[in-house]
Each structure stands twice: as structure tokens, then as C-alpha cells.
């Protein structure tokens, strides 16, 4: 079973950045295809962005293309998530998940993702 533990998250200001990390273990990093999704008070889990496994191809919601940027490190294990020029209405606890499926894994459904992080807190506030 895949572990994941995401760490990064704090308080930032409107316009600042920030960077996610998410560390994994306990499965074929290499071989898994991972996302981001985030949830706001009151809000589902809302889709953020994903990477294959390969790292070549990735996938953004509307909300944060050309702001945020996923990349992944497969020596390492870990997924990152770069988050640019932040707006109030990214504040949510954001979380990385893992998918070990090779030919029916969405992108943005997290129902076709087998492992969770606990999540992380940003907080955009001035």
C-alpha cells in the first residue's frame, strides 16, 4: 500500500507562493500516476492538477493553469505542486493521491485514486 505525506502548506499572502511537497513510499512510485485535489469549507474536493507516471504529461484545472505547476522527482519519490500568484480562493487543504491503475485512471476523478495524503493547510489571507 502507498503512503503519502504532504508537507508545505502555511499562510501566505494574496500573490505570494508557495510550494507542496508530497512524499511517497511503501509502493512503485515510478509506475504511479499522481494528483492534487483540494477542498474548501462548506466545498467537495475539487480537482487541481495531475502528472503520469512518466512525468511528461500533466493536466491543470482552469482555475489554476498558468499559475500552478506539478512536477515530480521519481529518485526522490515525491510530488510537488508550485503554486503562483495565490488567490483568496485557494485557500483549502490540499491533497496528493495515488493511482496505480494503467489503462482507466481520469485524471480529475478521484475515485480512480487508491491512496490519500492526510492534506495540507494553505491559508491565503492578507
Known amino acids: 500500500q502507498v503512503q503519502l505525506v504532504e508537507s508545505g502548506g502555511g499562510l501566505v499572502q494574496p500573490g505570494g507562493s508557495l510550494t507542496l511537497s508530497c512524499a511517497a513510499s511503501g509502493g512503485l512510485f515510478s509506475m504511479t500516476n499522481m494528483g492534487w485535489f483540494r477542498q474548501a469549507p462548506g466545498k467537495g474536493r475539487e480537482f487541481v492538477a495531475a502528472i503520469r507516471w512518466s512525468g511528461i504529461t500533466t493536466y491543470y484545472a482552469d482555475s489554476v493553469k498558468g499559475r500552478f505547476t506539478i512536477s515530480r522527482d521519481n529518485v526522490k519519490n515525491t510530488v510537488y505542486l508550485r503554486m503562483n500568484s495565490l488567490k483568496y480562493e485557494d485557500t483549502a487543504v490540499y491533497y496528493c493521491?495515488?493511482?496505480?491503475?494503467?489503462?482507466?485512471?481520469?485524471?480529475?476523478?478521484?475515485?480512480?485514486?487508491?491512496?490519500w495524503g492526510q492534506g495540507t493547510q494553505v491559508t491565503v489571507s492578507s
Open positions: 493521491a495515488a493511482s496505480q491503475r494503467t489503462m482507466n485512471w481520469n485524471y480529475n476523478d478521484y475515485t480512480t485514486y487508491g491512496a
